[in-house]
């Protein structure tokens, strides 16, 4: 019997409750998730590659069936392709992000014949970034609905309390 397997990409810096949300219900969708970190050698994040990896495993440490790992310089079909995964998930918020994503999506297939699978956002987090918490979060705004308290902690400490 073959396992299902998809792949979840994106940046989390930080890891946002809407994240976690995709990648839960992906779990629900396949036997196994991995989480891709994407590291863009030209973006400066605010959590390192590897703080990011861990807090989304301490995230997702509940969750049997998921890892976590980075990837840089290559197609995210690559990871597909080198993790065994047919599918990538994809979280949207609105027609914004389905107008981002669809050309990519459109490509994956191209390239290997990879599916994606677009879930709608949970109207909770439809307006959530993670630009937007980073934001909040510096100049001391209540993000506590929209990141776990860990991830509340840790941009605590990056951004020190403005108050």
Do not use: W
Request: aromatic letters at 6%.
């Amino acid at each position: 019997m073959s396992v299902s397997r998809c792949v979840c990409p994106g940046s989390f810096d930080p890891v946002t409750l809407g994240h976690l949300d995709v990648v839960r219900r992906a779990r629900r969708l396949y036997d196994e998730v991995v989480v891709a970190v994407l590291v863009n050698p030209n973006k400066t994040g605010l959590f390192t590659p590897q703080e990011r990896v861990e807090l989304l495993e301490s995230e997702l440490a509940d969750l049997d069936g998921v890892s976590v790992l980075t990837f840089e310089a290559q197609l995210l079909v690559d990871v597909c392709r080198s993790t065994g995964a047919g599918a990538i998930v994809k979280g949207l918020r609105g027609e914004t992000d389905y107008s981002y994503e669809l050309p990519m999506a459109v490509m994956n297939r191209h390239l290997a014949d990879v599916e994606t699978l677009f879930l709608p956002s949970d109207p909770q987090y439809a307006q959530v970034s993670s630009s937007l918490i980073k934001e909040v979060a510096r100049f001391g705004g209540d993000i506590s609905p929209f990141v776990s308290p860990a991830v509340a902690a840790a941009l605590r400490a990056r951004f020190g309390d403005p108050h």
